[in-house]
């Protein structure tokens, strides 16, 4: 897209979100729950007037918004900030160089195209809100900027896929999904040396036995084991008289395993559903 095509729809977008939300200003704007259509075009008036200082000033304004703008009449802020948005687009060139918040792109350009993007989103935003028909996105600024996400990667994890939607996992969605089982007992001993590194273990504690009992958990199970265990100790030493070092037991961790376990049982009772298997396609 050409800047001229910018600045069009830009202005298309501008005019239909100040049309929508005449009559509309209380109404709730369900994209942003938080917001009155009021808020919602106050907003959209401020951003335009932030660039405006920013393409003025060369940074950041200081002190952004002034505190006038909260009682300021939403759609003569609006109003306002498009125009001395559009006056101060007119009076540069695209290539000149103005402050962003994008490094590789320092141009009067950048915010052209970005201001149109900001607008036909929150024009909807006020559609929505105003419970009014959504006018269609050109099919030239509904595209534009994809070529930016080619490069982002969209990762999650859960430990209930029974509950995951099947639409996350059809092609186009997440791709590629990996099931990452329950430690071994090798790597259950290794995650409880790492957990107890720092603790006061005492001479007698046997890690490779916990290891052994502890079948089936994750990491962060094995974790609240040596945290509980040392919690254990530390009310055993309140209770003494003297000034014996405190130590964890082996006992220690032996009713900390326990108590995890018992823990463990109960919230897969609460939760359990036949469980859905997936794999790398």
């Keep these: 897209m050409d800047y001229s095509r910018f600045l069009a729809c830009l202005e298309a977008d501008f005019l239909r979100m100040r049309d929508v939300v005449d009559g509309h200003l209380a109404a709730r704007v369900p994209t942003c729950p938080d917001w009155t259509v009021a808020d919602?075009?106050?907003?959209?008036?401020?951003?335009?007037?932030?660039?405006?200082?920013?393409?003025?000033?060369?940074?950041?304004?200081?002190?952004?918004?002034?505190?006038?703008?909260?009682?300021?009449?939403?759609?003569?802020?609006?109003?306002?900030?498009?125009?001395e948005l559009v006056a101060e687009f007119a009076a540069r060139n695209p290539t000149d160089a103005t402050k962003t918040w994008y490094?590789?792109?320092?141009?009067?350009?950048?915010?052209?195209?970005?201001?149109?993007?900001?607008?036909?989103?929150?024009?909807?935003?006020?559609?929505?809100?105003?419970?009014?028909?959504?006018?269609?996105?050109?099919?030239?600024?509904?595209?534009?900027?994809?070529?930016?996400?080619?490069?982002?990667?969209?990762?999650?994890?859960?430990?209930?896929?029974?509950?995951?939607?099947?639409?996350?996992?059809?092609?186009?969605?997440?791709?590629?999904?990996?099931?990452?089982?329950?430690?071994?007992?090798?790597t259950r001993a290794q995650i409880l040396a790492i957990q107890s590194a720092r603790l006061p273990l005492g001479p007698g504690v046997d890690l490779d036995s916990i290891a052994d009992s502890t079948a089936g958990f994750v990491g962060a199970e094995l974790a609240a084991i040596c945290r509980e265990a040392g919690r254990i100790a530390l009310r055993r030493a309140a209770a003494q008289t003297g000034d014996a070092p405190i130590l964890i037991e082996q006992a220690d961790l032996v009713i900390a395993a326990d108590q995890v376990g018992r823990g463990r049982s109960v919230r897969s009772q609460q939760h359990a559903r036949p469980r859905k298997r997936f794999w790398c396609p």
């Design 103 to 186: 490094d590789p792109d320092q141009t009067v350009g950048f915010w052209i195209r970005r201001m149109a993007q900001e607008t036909v989103i929150h024009r909807i935003d006020a559609e929505l809100g105003a419970g009014t028909p959504v006018a269609p996105v050109p099919d030239d600024l509904a595209i534009d900027g994809i070529d930016e996400l080619r490069d982002v990667f969209v990762m999650a994890a859960t430990n209930r896929v029974d509950q995951v939607d099947p639409a996350l996992l059809r092609p186009g969605r997440f791709d590629r999904v990996f099931e990452v089982p329950s430690p071994d007992r090798t």
């Design 40 to 83: 919602l075009t106050r907003h959209v008036g401020e951003v335009y007037l932030h660039k405006v200082e920013m393409m003025r000033q060369g940074k950041h304004p200081d002190g952004w918004p002034p505190a006038a703008f909260k009682e300021a009449e939403p759609v003569g802020l609006l109003t306002r900030g498009y125009g």
